[in-house]
């Protein structure tokens, strides 16, 4: 497997395991039933996307992306703060929306830099740019 296809699917890992944590994090403070499922569904197939990408890589015996206990810190601590005064239905889509856009910009910017990378790898980094895109279609219902 090429570096190019390493680092795109290492981004491809390291943008859903955000994404999940958010979500697990907010989890708690979700008092709308149809967010909460609109978040369940989300969680469940940025796993799936996770899953593509950790399998490419153990099937090329390559390392996978691994998150430090202090970016997880952070990520958690920064939700927690932002809905301490208010951790509305609107709140929690913005917050979401916010961290789609990042990732879709994280992810632009790998594949620029690695446009080496094989059809298979590009592949599954367009579908999570597609995801992230449909879910922010789909929280704004919630602003």
Not at 72 to 95: P, R, W, Y
Request: proline share 0%; hydrophobic share 35%; with cysteine.
């Amino acid at each position: 497997m090429k570096k190019d296809d390493l680092e795109i699917l290492r981004e491809v890992q390291k943008d859903t395991g955000i994404a999940i944590k958010a979500i697990d994090t907010m989890f708690g403070k979700v008092r709308n039933d149809e967010l909460s499922k609109e978040l369940s569904r989300e969680r469940l197939a940025y796993s799936v996307i996770q899953n593509k990408a950790t399998d490419r890589l153990q099937n090329s015996n390559a390392d996978s992306y691994s998150k430090s206990a202090v970016e997880d810190m952070m990520l958690s601590g920064s939700i927690h703060l932002n809905t301490l005064a208010n951790c509305s239905s609107g709140k929690i889509a913005e917050l979401m929306i916010d961290g789609s856009n990042r990732n879709i910009t994280r992810m632009w910017k790998a594949v620029n830099r690695h446009g080496n990378s094989g059809e298979t790898s590009m592949e599954i980094a367009r579908e999570l740019m597609d995801f992230e895109e449909k879910s922010i279609g789909c929280l704004k219902k919630f602003l």
